[in-house]
């Protein structure tokens, strides 16, 4: 728990510095090892984790840079949609990083190149709630991206680990590819060697992730295959056991050790281990002590889904599903009681990560599993002895393409069923794992401590309710990071209104995909009660189907009725003088757009939270904005801050203390212009391009809260 602590400590306050944690931190735990409590453990594995993760930080992190003539490695290949991700080791001199590449070439694993190079940090998320791509590369080590210009001096066959981990990525590509339809060798394929190759959407909605990769489930069924295989040959089970051992860790090398595979070779291990010494087994001191040591080599391995829902699984498996095991020992009971077990030990981080919970999911395993573990023994077997029969294999490949196809058709039969999904709010991660812990503390105490369990349950209700209920009671104005675009968010209780909704979907990035509806999901919201539409611009309307697909919508306003789009719903339109009252929110319309140009259609809405005024005017040209008389607090800047509006003397005039800007990242408008900035040089500025959300909260006074700190991870 330290450990965890420790790491969690480190992400939300990354720039602590260590003195001050080890100052805080050895202080109870001198006094609670005096003591001889527990609570000295916990406070060393704090300090330790926080301390490695910020010395692992400042050492790997990389500032951008350019370097010529660069020499670079290829050690991992995934395939995406349409190119091709690549961990690359990069060496010029004494200078040495792993870094990821993405690119449209079709390199190999263990070729070597010269290239100038650009490095860069990561993308990261801007918004809440959301994955952030820099927090999972971290968890692989890697604290940055490159870009190469053409590689040069191309020449292969310098490495040959590398070059075995090529051989299987492309053996195992090519016997499943061929023999296969494309869903059936996806899924293998993303099965065997981790890659995201299938929408498995319905999968992760049935909370059925644990039979992807992620959770290792293929892998403890490896051992499992070769151990019954030894059996069978009357091969001693050491021997046995140790063939399985070797056989695991030659796979967790060629597919680069993803934490689930390291959790069931090191299980195995320690278990082959006790066995060789002739001492008892205890699986979870051994589980504990395999997280304690990935933690301590790698704090942010929290970050890592694989990490999280494959000893969470583990857990499950050994810590409840003993308590839920049927004592007739019926295969349909004792296959429920261990399923149930293992989504009942997942279901606090199936909530974090997917934000719903299915209660079909206990029925999905128990008839996914047997199908599951039936595939997996066939695709090994194919694996082994393709080289050797090739075509004589034919139907095993038809009878495995109809098992996972079956397995895939269950899967989205089960998911349509509506009546079982229950959505939730995403909670933080501390929560998840308090949760975790609650369900596991729960079913192992004795029936003589049943009123201590009682009170503690009762006290975790308080604690969970009370912070679900201040959340409830939340009056806030956000302005969402959606890129180039508008889209801002008011949440008055349990009441959410939207001012544009941001867009459009390119070639490139969906926002609305990607963000909008994510965002908003992950808040737990299921209704809206109005979108403001300010003009028909499309990176201000671009996502108004998709929102009003994902949820429903209650009101649209907008003043003038010219995009098509917008004709299909039931419009109000709103007309200068109109006021509406919306729960604690007042709404005047002080602008009902102009015919003379598009940006001049924008709806200009004086907001009231409070007694604290705040001007949106859509993309309104600064001819315009000359002709509104009003003050205000706070001023959205129109058009994303186009040298086009926010003269200096309508900034004087409107007077806004606090000046929010919404715009993508090196856009190509040059948004927000110099001089605009120069204009609003006196006020207090917040930006989408460097701050991320902005979440202005009138709950308990005014304070403002921007998602990015300045820090590597926020």
């Given amino acids: 728990m330290g450990l965890l602590a420790g790491a969690g400590l480190f992400i939300t306050y990354e720039n602590l510095p260590i003195f001050i944690v080890l100052l805080l931190g050895s202080i109870p ?71 990821v590449l993405f690119t449209k070439k079709d390199l190999h694993i263990g070729d070597d190149f010269y ?120 091969i001693n089970y050491k021997y046995g056991y140790a063939l399985a051992l070797g056989l695991a860790f030659c796979y967790g090398y060629l597919i680069a050790f993803p934490f689930s595979i390291l959790r069931v070779i090191g299980l195995n291990l320690i278990g082959f281990m006790a066995f060789l010494l ?56 004792d296959s429920l009681a261990f399923t149930g077990s293992i989504q009942l030990g997942l279901s606090p981080f199936i909530i974090f990560y997917y934000g719903r919970i299915n209660l079909l999911s206990i029925l999905a395993n128990f008839l996914i599993l047997p199908i599951f573990t039936l595939a997996m023994y066939i695709i090994f077997a194919l694996v082994f002895f393709y080289p050797l029969l090739g075509k004589i294999l034919g139907i095993f490949f038809r009878i495995l393409d109809f098992l996972v196809n079956s397995l895939l058709n269950i899967t989205i039969l089960l998911n349509k069923i509506s009546l079982f999904k229950f959505d939730f709010a995403k909670p933080s991660m501390i929560l998840a794992i308090y949760a975790f812990l609650l369900i596991i503390f729960l079913l192992n105490t004795n029936k003589r401590d049943l009123k201590k369990k009682a009170n503690i349950f009762l006290l975790s209700a308080i604690i969970i309710l009370a912070s679900l209920i201040n959340e409830s009671r939340e009056l806030s104005y956000q302005m969402i990071d959606i890129g180039q675009g508008d889209a801002f968010m008011i949440k008055d209780g349990t009441n959410y209104y939207l001012i544009d909704v941001g867009g459009p979907k390119d070639k490139i990035y969906d926002s609305g995909e990607k963000i909008l509806i994510p965002y908003l999901k992950s808040l737990g919201i299921r209704n ?31 003043d003038q009725l010219n995009y098509e789009g917008l004709k299909k719903y039931k419009v ?143």
Wanted: some cysteine; glycine content about 6%.
């Fill in 115 to 234: 290239s100038d190079i650009k490095i860069k940090e990561p993308r990261t998320n801007t918004n809440p709630n959301l994955f952030s791509y820099r927090k999972y590369l971290a968890s692989k080590k890697i604290f940055s991206q490159v870009e190469i210009k053409a590689p040069q001096r191309l020449y292969r066959g310098g490495h040959f680990f590398l070059g075995l981990r090529n051989s299987f990525y492309t053996y195992i590509h090519r016997i499943f590819e061929k023999n296969l339809t494309k869903r059936a060798s996806d899924f293998v394929i993303s099965v065997l060697l981790g890659e995201n190759l299938i929408e498995n959407t319905d999968i992760k909605d049935l909370g059925l992730s644990h039979i992807l990769a992620v959770s290792g489930l293929h892998m403890d069924l490896l051992v499992a295959f070769i151990l019954f295989v030894c059996n069978r040959l009357n």
């Fill in 278 to 333: 002739k001492k008892p087994f205890d699986k979870i001191k051994a589980l504990l002590f395999l997280s304690s040591l990935i933690l301590l080599v790698n704090p942010f391995a929290l970050f890592n889904a694989g990490f999280i829902l494959s000893f969470a699984a583990s857990f499950g498996v050994y810590l409840i599903y003993p308590k839920f095991r049927s004592k007739r020992k019926t295969y349909t009971m």
């Fill in 528 to 558: 809206i009660k109005a979108i403001f539409i300010t003009h028909e611009d499309k990176d201000h309307v671009g996502n108004l189907d998709m929102v009003c697909d994902n949820f429903k919508v209650e009101h649209i306003f907008t």
């Fill in 572 to 714: 109000k339109i709103l007309k200068k003088g109109d006021r509406l009252k919306l729960n604690s929110v007042l709404f005047d319309c002080i602008f009902d757009g102009d015919e003379a140009c598009e940006n001049a259609n924008s709806l200009g809405l004086l907001i009231d939270i409070r007694g604290i005024k705040i001007l949106s005017i859509g993309d309104l040209p600064g001819e315009f904005e000359d002709k509104l008389d009003t003050r205000a607090d706070i001023l959205k800047l129109s058009h994303h801050g186009s040298k086009t509006s926010s003269s200096r003397a309508f900034i004087e005039k409107v007077n806004p203390k606090i000046v929010l800007i919404s715009a993508g990242r090196n856009n190509s408008y040059g948004h927000p212009n110099k001089e605009v900035l120069e204009n609003v040089y006196d006020r207090k500025i917040y930006n989408t391009q460097t701050d991320g959300l902005v979440k202005m909260d009138f709950s308990h006074g005014f304070k403002v809260e921007k998602f990015l700190k300045g820090g590597y991870f926020r």
């Fill in 29 to 99: 735990a001198c006094f609670a090892s005096y003591k001889k409590s527990s609570l000295g453990y916990f406070f060393v594995g704090l300090i330790l984790c926080f301390s490695i993760s910020s010395i692992s930080l400042k050492k790997e992190r990389i500032t951008c840079k350019k370097i010529d003539k660069c020499h670079l490695t290829i050690l991992e290949k995934r395939k995406e949609d349409d190119s091709f991700r690549y961990f690359v080791r990069i060496n010029k001199g004494k200078f040495s990083a792993k870094s």
